[in-house]
C-alpha cells in the first residue's frame, strides 16, 4: 500500500468526530469493542473520544468525555467490564438531559455515536438522534451555541452494539458478553458437579436471566443438567411430581448426582415466580435428597471475556465505525450484529421494536411464540435440551446400526458430540457401535456395542474418551470392509479432524470394489486447526483459541513489569493459520505470520521496525504469532534470532511454543453446545438416509449424497457430500482452498496499527429484521 493510498484511507475520516459510550449492565468484552472503535476510528484519520460513566457522563461533560489517542485503549482487550465505566442515568431520560447532553457533544464537533449496552441503551439513543435537530435550535435559540454551529453539525448520527449477557436482543445470533458469562457458569457447575460426586447431592444452580432463559438453556445443554426452568417455558402442571420422578429414575440408573438449573426469571404458567429456595425444599421432602443452591449472581458478568467475546467485539466495533462513516442522515439507526460468521447492519428500532414483541407475548402467556420470537438458534437450543433430556432408549429394535468413531488428534467437543449422538440413536432403536482409537481401531475390529449409562457425564470431558488416531483406511482398508461385514454396520458416523474427511472420501471412492462401503457416512469436523472443507467451524477450535489466548495473556502479563520486551508465540495449526489468526485478533497481538499469507524479510523488517517505534512510546511490549507451519524457512527459532538482533538496544525478545496445551482441556461452552446438537443432526440425517436407501433388508447407499460432511456454511447447518468438496479441497496443505476468516487479516492489522489495503475490507451486509430472519437455523 502506497503512502499516497493511506492518506486517502485516513482521508475518509478527516474531519469527522466519534465518541464511544457503554451504558446498562457491564458486560464482558466492551473494552475489546472501545478498543476497536477507537483504534479504527483514530485508523481512519476522526477524532475520537471516550465518554466515561455512559449516559450520566455524556449528561455531566467536562472531564467524562475525552479525546482519546491509539495508547489510551492499549492494554484493555483482555480486562472484565468496562474501563471506561457505565452508570444509570435518570437524566438522559428527560429532554433536559439530553439537551446537556447534545450541548456537551456539539461544543466538540461530535455527531458520531456509538453505544455499546442493552436494548434500553439503544432505544435512549434512538431517541436522542430523532430530537437531535430540536435540541441544537434550542441551543442555539438560548445563545448556547451560534446558528452557524447548529447549522453545521444538524445530524447525529448514531450505531449500537449490543452489550447484553443474557443474549436477549433479535437480530444477532450473539450478543457481547454472552458467552463470556457462559464461561463462568459452566466452570461453576463443572466444580459443582465434582463435589455432588462425592457426597451424591443435589445442587440447585441459579443464573441470570430475568426475562430471558438463553444463558440457563446453554449451560443445561453444556452441563447434561437434569432439569432446567426458563422465563419462556414454564413447566406443565404437576411439574412437581415430573421433575421428582426424574431426579430419583436418574439416581437409580447410577448417577451420583442431579443438577438443576433455573434462570432468575422462571414462572410456573400462573407467571408465579420459581425460586431456587422452593425447588431445594421440593426435593428435600419428596427425596429426602442432600441438596444445595448456588446463586451465581454477578460472577457470571465477572473475570475476563472469552476468545469469542473478544472477537466479536472486535469485529463489531470495526464495523460500527464504517458504518458511521458511510451514514447520511438519510440512514437509519443502525445496530451492528452477528448472522451466522457475517457481521451485518439492522436497523436499531426494528430489532428493539422485536425484542420487545417477545416480552409482550411472555406477558401475554403466549410463550410458544416467545420461544419462536426469540430465534431459530435459542428454539434449537430449547429443543435439543428437551430431546436429550426427556427420551430414553427404545422399547423395540429398528432396523438399522450405526458405528461411532473418533479420527485425527482430540478436539474438545468430541465427547460432547459421541454422547448426544448415541442417545439420540438408542431412542431410535439403533444398535449403536464405539469404535477405539479410529479407523485404526475399526481394521481391528475393536468395536463394541454402546449403552445409554456409557456416555453419562461425557458431555464436559475433554479429548476423546473412544480413543483416535490418524490411520487413513488406505493402510486397512480390506480389514475396514471385514469388520463392516462382521457387525452388520450399516452408517457410520465418524468425528474428527482433515483425516475423517479424507478417510470417508477414500471409503466413498472404494465403494465401487465394495458392497459393504456402500453404507451412510457423515463426517462432523472436529479439530483444533479449523481446516475442514464444507464448514466455518470445527469442534474444538474454540477451546484451542481459548487456551492459546489465556496463554498469551499470561505471557504479556508476565512482562508487566518489565519495559520493552517482545514475545515470539508459535501456535499448532498445521499448514492452517485459523488459530494463530483468531487468537492474535483476541490478544491484540502485533503480528501474526500464517501460510495463507507469505512473508519474506522485507515484511519481517518492516515488523520490527513497527515494534521499535511502538517501544519508544508508552507501549511497551509486544507479541508476535507464528503459525507452526506458516513457512519452511523463517522459522520461530529465526523470527526471534531476528527480532533479538534487530531490537537489540530497544528491545530484547523471548519466544513460547504452546504445543499441545492447545488440544487439552475442558470443553469452552460453544464447543459442549455445537457438538450436542451436531450429534443430534447426524444421527437425524444417517437415519433418514439409512430409511431412504434400505432394501431387501439392507442398506444400499451409493449416492454422493449419502456420504457428506456437516458444517455450518454461512448461516446454515449444511450436509455436504465429500466427492463435491474435493475441488475445493488443498489436500497437499490439508485445508479448503479458501477460508472465510482470512477477513480477520485485514482487522487485525489495522488494529495493530500497521499501513495496510483498505480495499480488502468487505463491510457487513443490510438485513432487515422479520420473523424469516429470525428463523435462520444457525445450528449454534
Not at 452508570?87 to 428527560?94: L, S
Request: with cysteine.
Amino acid at each position: 500500500m502506497t503512502s499516497l493510498d493511506f492518506e486517502k484511507l485516513r482521508m475518509t475520516g478527516a474531519g469527522k468526530a466519534i465518541a464511544v459510550l457503554t451504558s446498562g449492565g457491564d458486560a464482558q468484552g466492551m473494552n475489546a469493542a472501545v478498543r476497536a472503535v477507537t483504534r479504527m476510528g483514530i485508523y481512519v484519520g476522526a477524532k475520537m473520544y471516550l465518554i466515561h460513566e455512559g449516559y450520566q457522563g455524556l449528561v455531566d461533560g467536562g472531564e467524562n468525555i475525552k479525546l482519546a489517542h491509539w495508547q489510551s485503549v492499549s492494554n484493555i482487550i483482555q480486562l472484565g467490564g468496562t474501563v471506561i465505566g457505565s452508570a444509570r442515568c435518570k437524566a438522559f431520560t428527560t429532554r433536559e438531559g439530553r439537551l446537556e447532553a447534545a450541548f456537551n457533544l456539539v461544543k466538540r464537533g461530535i455527531t458520531n455515536l456509538c453505544v455499546c449496552g442493552g436494548d434500553g441503551s439503544l432505544t435512549g439513543a434512538n431517541i436522542f438522534r430523532t430530537e437531535w435537530r430540536d435540541l441544537l435550535a434550542e441551543l442555539a435559540k438560548n445563545g448556547r451555541i451560534t446558528e452557524a454551529v447548529a447549522q453545521k453539525h444538524g445530524h447525529l448520527n448514531i450505531v449500537g452494539l449490543v452489550g447484553s449477557i443474557d443474549n436477549d436482543f433479535c437480530g444477532t445470533d450473539m450478543t457481547i458478553g454472552a458467552d463470556s458469562a457462559l464461561h463462568r457458569i459452566v466452570e461453576i457447575t463443572d466444580a459443582i458437579t465434582t463435589t455432588a460426586q462425592s457426597h451424591q447431592r443435589t445442587f440447585v444452580l441459579e443464573v441470570m436471566g430475568r426475562h430471558c432463559g438463553y444463558l440457563a438453556v446453554v449451560s443445561a445443554l453444556a452441563s447434561g443438567a437434569d432439569w432446567v426452568f426458563i422465563p419462556e417455558a414454564p413447566p406443565e402442571e404437576g411439574w412437581e411430581d415430573v421433575m421428582c420422578a426424574r431426579l430419583g429414575e436418574s439416581r437409580s440408573t447410577g448417577s451420583r448426582l442431579n443438577i438443576v438449573i433455573i434462570a432468575e426469571g422462571a414462572i410456573d404458567k400462573q407467571g408465579n415466580l420459581i425460586t431456587s429456595g422452593y425447588v431445594k425444599d421440593l426435593v428435600v421432602q419428596r427425596l429426602g435428597y442432600d441438596t444445595r443452591v448456588t446463586v451465581l449472581g454477578h460472577v457470571q458478568r465477572g473475570g475476563m471475556p472469552s476468545a469469542f467475546d473478544r472477537v466479536l467485539s472486535s469485529r463489531l466495533g470495526v464495523e460500527a465505525v464504517m458504518a458511521l462513516l458511510e451514514a447520511t442522515p438519510e440512514t437509519p439507526a443502525c445496530v451492528i450484529g452477528l448472522s451466522g460468521n457475517q457481521a451485518v447492519r439492522l436497523p436499531l428500532m426494528e430489532c428493539v421494536h422485536m425484542t420487545k414483541e417477545v416480552q409482550r407475548a411472555m406477558n401475554e402467556k403466549r410463550f410458544e411464540e416467545a420461544i419462536q420470537l426469540r430465534g431459530r438458534s435459542f428454539e434449537n437450543n430449547w429443543n435439543t435440551y428437551k430431546l436429550l433430556a426427556y427420551q430414553k432408549p427404545a422399547q423395540s429394535q429398528s432396523n438399522f446400526s450405526m458405528a461411532i468413531l473418533n479420527v485425527g488428534a482430540p478436539a474438545a467437543g468430541m465427547n460432547a458430540a459421541v454422547r448426544s449422538a448415541v442417545r439420540v440413536a438408542l431412542a431410535q432403536g439403533h444398535k449403536v457401535y464405539g469404535v477405539s482409537d479410529g479407523f485404526e481401531g475399526l481394521a481391528k475390529q475393536m468395536v463394541s456395542e454402546v449403552d445409554w449409562d456409557l456416555v453419562r457425564g461425557w458431555t464436559g470431558q475433554g479429548g476423546s474418551l473412544l480413543g483416535t488416531k490418524r490411520t487413513l483406511p488406505e493402510s486397512c482398508l480390506e480389514e475396514i470392509v471385514e469388520s463392516i461385514r462382521k457387525f452388520d454396520i450399516q452408517s457410520l458416523l465418524v468425528i474428527g479432524g482433515f483425516e475423517a474427511y479424507e478417510g470417508v472420501l477414500q471409503l466413498v471412492e472404494a465403494r465401487g470394489r465394495y458392497r459393504e462401503l456402500c453404507i451412510v457416512m457423515c463426517v462432523v469436523p472436529a479439530t483444533i486447526s479449523n481446516n475442514v472443507p464444507g464448514t466455518a467451524f470445527s469442534l474444538g477450535a474454540d477451546t484451542a483459541v481459548n487456551a492459546a489466548m489465556e496463554s498469551c495473556d499470561k505471557i504479556k502479563q508476565s512482562a508487566s513489569g518489565t519495559k520493552r520486551r517482545v514475545f515470539v508465540v508459535e501456535t499448532m495449526g498445521g499448514y492452517c493459520g485459523y488459530l494463530a489468526t483468531t487468537t492474535g485478533l483476541a490478544v491484540g497481538a502485533d503480528a501474526a505470520y500464517i501460510f495463507e499469507e507469505p512473508f519474506n524479510i522485507n515484511d519481517l523488517k518492516t515488523n520490527v521496525e513497527h515494534l521499535t517505534e511502538k517501544m519508544k512510546k508508552d507501549i511497551q511490549r509486544g507479541l508476535v504469532l507464528r503459525n507452526e507451519k506458516s513457512s519452511q524457512h523463517y522459522t520461530t527459532d529465526f523470527i526471534h534470532s531476528l527480532y533479538s538482533a534487530e531490537g537489540k538496544g530497544v528491545f530484547d525478545c523471548r519466544v513460547n511454543v504452546l504445543g499441545h496445551l492447545q488440544q487439552g482441556g475442558a470443553p469452552t461452552p460453544f464447543d459442549r453446545n455445537f457438538g450436542t446438537k451436531v450429534g443430534v443432526k447426524s444421527v437425524f440425517w444417517i437415519t433418514e438416509k439409512m430409511a431412504e436407501t434400505f432394501r431387501n433388508g439392507h442398506v444400499f447407499a451409493n449416492s454422493p449424497d449419502t456420504a457428506c460432511v456437516l458444517g455450518m456454511i454461512r448461516k446454515v447447518m449444511t450436509f455436504s457430500p465429500v466427492t463435491e468438496l474435493k475441488d475445493q479441497t488443498d489436500f497437499k496443505h490439508r485445508m479448503p482452498k479458501e477460508q472465510w476468516w482470512l477477513n480477520f487479516r485485514l482487522m487485525l492489522k489495522m488494529l495493530a496499527k500497521y499501513q495496510t489495503c483498505f480495499s480488502e475490507y468487505v463491510p457487513g451486509e443490510v438485513e432487515h429484521v422479520t420473523r424469516r430472519t429470525l428463523s435462520i437455523d444457525t445450528g449454534i
